[in-house]
């Protein structure tokens, strides 16, 4: 069984910057890719980014590419989402995402789930 717990969340002015953490209990974190997802009201949870077991292989959806870039720290057994020059459509409620097995970055497929914390982006 894996638990996230994902933190720093918040409200920030649009062009801003926040850093979204997720830390993971279980001490096989190092072999599981990660993914971060978000919801909006009224839309259906999608993906954001992914990153393989090592970190030698990440992806963003179209929409992020260039602003956000997702890292993990296995000593740490946390995954990070850096988020920069933010836009009032990134505001969702952003979810951390494990999948056991592969070792790619993938889109789907995700076994264990956080909580998810709250981006809001005023324009």
């Known amino acids: 069984q894996v638990q996230l717990v994902e933190s720093g969340g918040g409200l920030v002015q649009a062009g801003g910057s926040l850093r979204l953490s997720c830390a993971a209990s279980?001490?096989?974190?190092?072999?599981?890719?990660m993914g971060w997802f978000r919801q909006a009201p009224g839309k259906e949870r999608e993906f954001v980014s992914g990153i393989s077991w090592n970190g030698g292989y990440t992806a963003y959806t179209d929409s992020v590419k260039g602003r956000f870039t997702i890292s993990r720290d296995n000593a740490k057994n946390t995954v990070y989402l850096q988020m920069n020059s933010l836009k009032p459509e990134d505001m969702a409620l952003y979810y951390c995402?494990?999948?056991?097995?592969?070792?790619?970055?993938?889109?789907?497929?995700?076994?264990?789930w956080g909580q998810g914390t709250q981006v809001t982006v005023s324009s």
């Open positions: 995402a494990a999948r056991v097995g592969g070792s790619g970055v993938f889109t789907s497929g995700y076994q264990y």
């Open positions: 279980g001490r096989t974190f190092r072999s599981y890719a």
